[in-house]
C-alpha cells in the first residue's frame, strides 16, 4: 500500500532532520489568505543552471518551499520590501533548512515576501512550517527513479486530491516549465484561508499541459 506523508515529514527523511516546530514562536497577528509555493527540485535544478551549486541541487533534495505570500498578490512584487536578512536562532534555522535548505533562497523569501506580510521573520517561518505540515504530497514526487517520468496531469491533480480531503477542486494548482521538447512539472501552489485552512485560489492559474515530466530524483 502506498503511503503518504506530510511534506515536511517528507523533507525531513530526506535530509535527516527531525521535527522541531516548537521552536518558533507563535504569531499572533490575525491571518490573511496566503499561497504557499512548493518547488520540485529536481526539475528547479535543471531549468535554472545558475542554482546548481545551491544545497537542494548538490545534496539531492525532491522537494522544498520556496515561499509564502498573501493570495490576492500572486505577482511577485517588482522590488523586497526589505534589504535586511531575517533574523533566526542558528536553532531555528537548523529547523528551516528542513524544507528551505538554501540560505539565499530564505533570505530572499523573506526579504520579497515574508517582509511585506507585516509579520516578524519568526512568524513568518512559523506560517510556512505550519501550512506545510498540513500538506500531504504523494510519494511519486520524491521516488527515486533513472529516468524521467511522464504523466497525465490529471492523475497528479488527482492523487493530490486523494491524499488531501479538505483541500478544494481549486485549491491548489500546478505550475510547469518547458526546456526543449520536455514541459516539467516544477511547482505546486496551495491556498490558505484567513485561518490558516485549505482554500479556493483567489487567483487560479494553472498552466501546465495535459501530458507532464517529473524530473528524476536521484
Known amino acids: 500500500m502506498r503511503k503518504y506523508q506530510p511534506i515536511s515529514a517528507l523533507l525531513a527523511c530526506l535530509s535527516g ?19 504557499l509555493s512548493i518547488k520540485l527540485a529536481p526539475a528547479f535544478c535543471v531549468l535554472n543552471p545558475e542554482r546548481q551549486k545551491t544545497k537542494q541541487c548538490q545534496e539531492g533534495y525532491a522537494i522544498i518551499v520556496h515561499g509564502l505570500w ?8 517588482e522590488s523586497p520590501c526589505t534589504e535586511q536578512p531575517p533574523e533566526l536562532s542558528p536553532v531555528q ?4 533548512e528542513r524544507i528551505m535548505p538554501d540560505e539565499e533562497m530564505r533570505n530572499k523569501a523573506w526579504q520579497r515576501y515574508g517582509a511585506c506580510t507585516g509579520m516578524s521573520a519568526q512568524e513568518y517561518f512559523r506560517v510556512i512550517m505550519n501550512y506545510a505540515n ?3 504530497l504523494p510519494n511519486i514526487f520524491k521516488e527515486e527513479s533513472r529516468d524521467d517520468r511522464s504523466f497525465d496531469q490529471e492523475y497528479l491533480v488527482q492523487e493530490i486530491q486523494k491524499i488531501n480531503i479538505n483541500l478544494p ?16 512539472l516544477t511547482e505546486v501552489r496551495v ?28
Open 70 to 77: 498573501k493570495e490576492k498578490n500572486v505577482v511577485k512584487e
Open 17 to 35: 532532520v527531525f521535527c522541531m516546530q516548537n521552536v518558533f514562536a507563535d504569531p499572533n497577528h490575525s491571518h490573511q489568505p496566503y499561497l
Open 169 to 184: 477542486e481549486k485549491g491548489f494548482y500546478l505550475r510547469c516549465q518547458t526546456k526543449q521538447d520536455k514541459t516539467f
Open 191 to 218: 491556498c490558505y484561508d484567513k485561518l490558516g485552512q485549505f482554500a479556493e485560489c483567489k487567483a487560479y492559474q494553472p498552466n501546465c499541459p495535459q501530458l507532464v515530466t517529473l524530473r528524476a530524483v536521484k
Open 93 to 96: 534555522q537548523q529547523v528551516l
Open 134 to 136: 498540513k500538506l500531504r
